[in-house]
């Protein structure tokens, strides 16, 4: 199948699940030239949640030229910023820390250097963070939380700079900006403890959530799970069901899983998002049955980026993924910090890459993305 030379399909419409294009903010204008059509914006700190409710704001959900277009926000607490917020939630009150006991506390090892405390934002509060982004997302109807997560690869960004580092004005505050990494690195427990709340509102207010995991991949299953645990879907054996009255309603029960399902618990609100995606999913083969596995109660898609999964020799792992993530599961993302032509490239090339791995030719498969993405942004009230 010769996929490299058709046209590409871009009339049908081409959704970016994850992107970043608040880290500069300027690119908000190249937003209304772009070929896709719709963007998923991620937050990510406190310096971005109001920016991206600002692009939202100025380029939300509108007409062009006959076409619906989506600039759908997200706002959430990424991992790698995880370390500023402290827990104040209930079960582990304990009032405001000092600035140099909470970093004492979520990092690892313990920072001694005291020019390094001071160069670290104020702890705020997790009641305030969930606060804000119930907020947002009370605004927002629309809204997702993300990009939220686990790394255990991550090193908080310590005082030196790297040597050949130039910085870019356009660039938002509060992201790493060219300094070394110091050797601290975020307490996995806090970090499932920032994560689990921000699942819990998910759960609550029954939106989406964009998922970072790395170096993580077992424990973010973990973690998600243990928010459903207790609401997992009961499948039951043929044994169980009832008998059919007609063969149109056998054919019915085949193809509705729901018929065929049954949840522990039914109350609202769940303490589970109805619906994750896995951003650049990077995990082994292995592990997605679990997500998989027909008693999880949230639906699970997996989302590839050509900036993360294939950009070194572990692309391997991603090509076996991608064959066994169901067709109605996958998702496509740019994963870049900027709007403009770039983004547009990097999606065809993710486009053309799945399409090639699953065999479909550019018009199925653009098709079949574009319902996925609306699936996991709207779920059932798809537009």
């Not at 609100?269 to 619906?275: L, N, S």
């Not at 020799?313 to 998702?331: F, N, R, Y």
Request: charged letters at 25%; glycine letters at 6%; one cysteine or more.
């Amino acid at each position: 199948m010769a996929l490299e030379a058709d046209s590409f399909p871009w009339h049908i419409g081409v959704y970016d699940a994850h992107c970043h294009p608040t880290d500069t903010a300027a690119s908000i204008d190249n937003i209304p030239k772009l070929k896709v059509r719709a963007l998923t914006i991620m937050a990510t700190r406190n310096e971005d949640q109001t920016i991206v409710a600002e692009f939202a704001d100025r380029l939300g959900s509108r007409i062009e030229q006959g076409e619906e277009r989506y600039l759908i926000p997200a706002f959430g607490w990424h991992p790698w910023f995880s370390h500023q917020i402290y827990d104040d939630l209930p079960l582990h009150a304990s009032g405001p820390p000092t600035k140099e006991q909470h970093y004492g506390r979520v990092l690892t090892p313990i920072p001694e250097n005291e020019d390094f405390i001071r160069s670290l934002p104020e702890p705020r509060s997790l009641s305030g963070l969930l606060q804000q982004i119930r907020s947002h997302l009370e605004q927002y109807p629309m809204a997702l939380i993300g990009e939220v997560g686990l790394d255990r690869s991550f090193r908080v960004p310590g005082l030196e700079m790297l040597d050949d580092y130039e910085e870019d004005p356009a660039l938002t505050s509060g992201s790493r900006a060219g300094r070394r990494l110091s050797p601290h690195r975020v307490e996995l427990e806090h970090q499932q403890r920032i994560l689990t709340a921000q699942l819990n509102l998910a759960g609550e207010l029954q939106r989406s959530v964009s998922v970072h995991g790395v170096a993580a991949h077992g424990i973010v299953y973990e973690t998600l799970a243990q928010t459903w645990h207790g609401y997992e879907r009961r499948v039951r054996t043929k044994r169980e069901r009832k008998p059919r009255a007609s063969a149109d309603e056998a054919h019915h029960d085949d193809d509705d899983s729901e018929s065929q399902i049954t949840s522990s618990k039914t109350s609202l609100p769940r303490p589970y998002p109805p619906r994750i995606c896995l951003h650049s999913y990077s995990g082994p083969p292995d592990t997605l049955r679990h997500y998989l596995q027909p008693s999880v109660p949230s639906t699970i898609f997996f989302s590839f980026s050509r900036l993360v999964n294939f950009r070194s020799p572990a692309s391997k792992k991603a090509v076996d993924v991608i064959k066994a993530v169901p067709d109605d599961k996958i998702l496509v993302e740019s994963d870049i910090h900027v709007a403009g032509d770039k983004m547009d490239e990097l999606m065809e090339e993710i486009v053309r890459t799945i399409c090639r791995i699953k065999g479909w030719t550019l018009e199925h498969g653009v098709k079949q993305l574009a319902s996925n993405w609306k699936n996991f942004v709207f779920g059932q009230n798809v537009p």
